[in-house]
């Protein structure tokens, strides 16, 4: 197992879900998640507790769904409201499994593992994603490749350089010193650069031609989250690391959802707090991120494939990679709590 | 092992093995199948006793088969006729498992296992498909799942409603009642309809506007077979659950050979005793269960695929399933018997 | 294992490896070739030393391949000659395995195995390939087959009558008797024809029409080629088997190095020691051959999925299979040595 059953993970955008049910394997098992007739999500294990066949193959009948087999018709709680025979005494034993399902900052998340411990406190706090004064949207995309090889590459930002070398690589981002810190089972790297020229994308977003702060500052989220903090603010603000808040942010939003120990459902995204009602700008950085995460995509497997093909080798972890190695403890050491 | 070994399988329809070599796995085995000059069937594994190259690429010369590598002669009992090099001595133990062979009912049979075990007198007895006053149709379908999904389905017809909506399914058929019952390694379901109204297709097929008995009685036949005895008879006429002959009959004949534990052929066709010269009523009816018998594959192989996605979930047996786990048990008890 | 490790495989052809990185891997090992500027092959495990990207994948600097990951920059000694941040120490021991590289008779060889037994002096004589007077073409072929059934075929000629009925089968060759001859770790198989009337292309090489003595010598050169020596001389010139230059020659060259243990790399090609300055010869025999063999292809494919469908039965020795059979020995008691 490479992943951390007993939590919330990401299964889907908010806009995935509506009463048609939508078929995804999460953690290696297949759900359907579909919108009762009062908006709130259902996810189900994917097949019938009678035959097995997918319930993603169902027809809505309220808010249940019938199998398309021998009809049992399954409710929002795995539990059978009709047997395939009508008049058939209701087994509630025949049932299929029920995930705990929150909605929350834009996306489904849902509960894998034991279900009395599914605590929507627990729900990693993307506050970004849904605070008043922001504003967020992003894509999904279908990677093949261990999640944990995506979060390496998001808690690294040398990479850059070379694998965006088209796009966003910026040799001069790679001067600055990087501090690495854990804190529990949170990790951060960040890059503070303080009294900078702005580059262009930050000067227009401020709307102001001044010296300012910088900082990029990569958090891992467990269990397969890592939030990237963004921002410029003018000099004399007297800003600091922990407290950023009087220019212009924003937050690369990247979630790595496990559907096999080989693959993943990458939900990614930007929150920012300016020109929050631009629907322009939001769509332009939607299609720049779109096209710069397909280019570590392109990267992330290949690197699968090969690691595959080289069992003999190993991934060496150089200082540009303390802040993913230090992620992958967290897994490690919550992987063995969750067993 | 899913499968009883020492049986009689259906391999191929009659009309489908010609003087041209065809290719086709049985419970796992290679089989190549051809007709002697004669006309009768022969069953060899498919595979150069030399070499292995497999013989459905060879050459017919006679009743033999040459392979196309280095010209080794095989005759019809898997024995050398001539070795690679002309006047080398033959060599019978350079030879390939031969099959018996028995034509019969419109289909070829072939006996896997051990072949000094293999009775003609054990062929199933389809005797519809090759009665004097009776005529049968079918066709082949190649199938992604465990033949005993398919026996399931076959000996449960309340499938019909969802799986047949747009078909055949009718609601009425499931208020009858159903009786299960096993006679040996035999386990028939049966539905007796007395004094009712016969739907259009049976009305028409009875050239008569009265009131009928109606039955819909299924059969399962180790190792792999449903045949389902289906008509209506004048209710004046006094026939019963053991004897309905006084009217117009079909059988829908179902012969799931495994090819691989997850995969088999689909042996299907309408046997009647009504306008048997009607061939285009022939026609109409193949069509239709071509159409109908797809929808059931749909199913199947979603089912299969969704069964080895949810290891954790087993298939419950529910009233409606009695057919089917009856005769997953006889299966079970004669594969035992078979080791 | 199925193949030898310690021992110099056929890579490439020449002309295949230019300063643009070649992926392939030989004997399951991932490989990279590219030449330096100065021309010599390096050949390197396919995979950045830091995360096992593929190199193959990097830019070219100098000698030198980056990977487009992190930018670490890998010399041809596998060493690497930057980190991933400029100014990092550099440590040797993140270094990818880097292989022994020969460049002879118009193939890259490569080294498998411990790398310190590397003697270029045990790369395979092919001299025709390489010799004054003679000239020397041919292609390549993935071919998915043990290349131990490649060797079974090329070691035994009786197949042409069948695999090459419509191009090169030749009934009268059958006839001439065949002497298989062990020497060490070299088997040879050959006919002598005395006396004969040259076939038509032999009768055109040789210019003038007259009796010939005619031969055809295959040997096995360990751990996986064939080299074919066919051609005539005019009988007054008394050639022998052991010396026959006095009239026309040429050698069927065929190395097949394996990827996995059920694909292989098929390098084919013609040598010989007359009209060698004809290109358009030399492209019509290229033509020729990669017709013929893509006979062979279509059989060997077939079989090696045959021999996986037919776990039961065995590959038989026949007396034709001799040279085969041999050439397996050699590689079996090799195999061992080198354990």
Redesign the interface.
């Known amino acids: 197992m490479t992943f951390i059953r007993n939590r919330w993970y990401v299964a889907a955008w908010d806009g995935e879900v509506s009463s048609e049910p939508l078929a995804r394997?999460i953690c290696g098992e297949?759900l359907v998640l579909y919108r009762k007739l009062a908006g709130d999500v259902v996810a189900l294990?994917?097949?019938c507790?009678?035959?097995?066949?997918?319930l993603s193959?169902g027809l809505r009948e309220g808010d249940n769904l019938?199998?398309?087999?021998?009809?049992l018709l399954v409710g929002p709680d795995g539990k059978p409201r009709e047997?395939?025979?009508?008049h058939?005494r209701v087994n509630d034993k025949?049932c299929?499994p029920a995930y705990a399902v929150v909605e929350r900052h834009r996306f489904v998340w849902v509960w894998i593992g034991d279900q009395w411990r599914a605590d929507p406190g627990l729900v990693p706090d993307f506050w970004p994603c849904s605070r008043e004064g922001w504003v967020f949207d992003g894509g999904y995309s279908y990677v093949k490749c261990d999640y944990r090889l995506f979060v390496?590459n998001l808690m690294?930002l040398?990479?850059e350089?070379?694998?965006h070398?088209g796009s966003i690589g910026q040799a001069e981002l790679?001067q600055a010193p990087l501090e690495t810190a854990v804190d529990g089972d949170r990790v951060t790297l960040s890059r503070w650069m303080p009294a900078v020229s702005p580059p262009p994308f930050w000067r227009q977003a401020l709307k102001r031609d001044c010296t300012v702060d910088r900082w990029q500052i990569c958090s891992f989220i467990e269990p397969c989250s890592v939030l990237i903090d963004v921002g410029v603010s003018p000099v004399e603000a007297g800003d600091t690391l922990e407290r950023h808040d009087s220019g212009v942010r924003g937050f690369v939003i990247d979630s790595m959802t496990p559907e096999t120990e080989t693959t993943c459902h990458y939900f990614w995204g930007m929150a920012r707090n300016f020109e929050i009602d631009d629907a322009g700008l939001t769509a332009r950085l939607r299609a720049g991120q779109d096209r710069i995460f397909g280019e570590d995509v392109e990267?992330l497997e290949?690197?699968q494939l090969?690691?595959a093909?080289?069992p003999d080798?190993a991934?060496?972890v150089?200082?540009?990679?303390s802040g993913g190695a230090h992620a992958r403890r967290v897994i490690e050491r919550l992987m063995k709590q969750d067993a």
Chains 1, 2, 3 share one sequence.
Do not use: F, K, W
Request: aromatic residues 4%; charged residues 20%.
């Open positions: 394997t297949p294990r994917d097949a507790p009678h035959r097995l066949l997918p193959m019938r199998c398309t087999y021998h009809g047997m395939p025979i009508v058939e025949v299929t390496d690294d040398t990479h350089t070379y694998v070398m790679m990267i290949r690197q090969s690691i093909a080289n080798m991934l060496r150089l200082s540009i990679d």
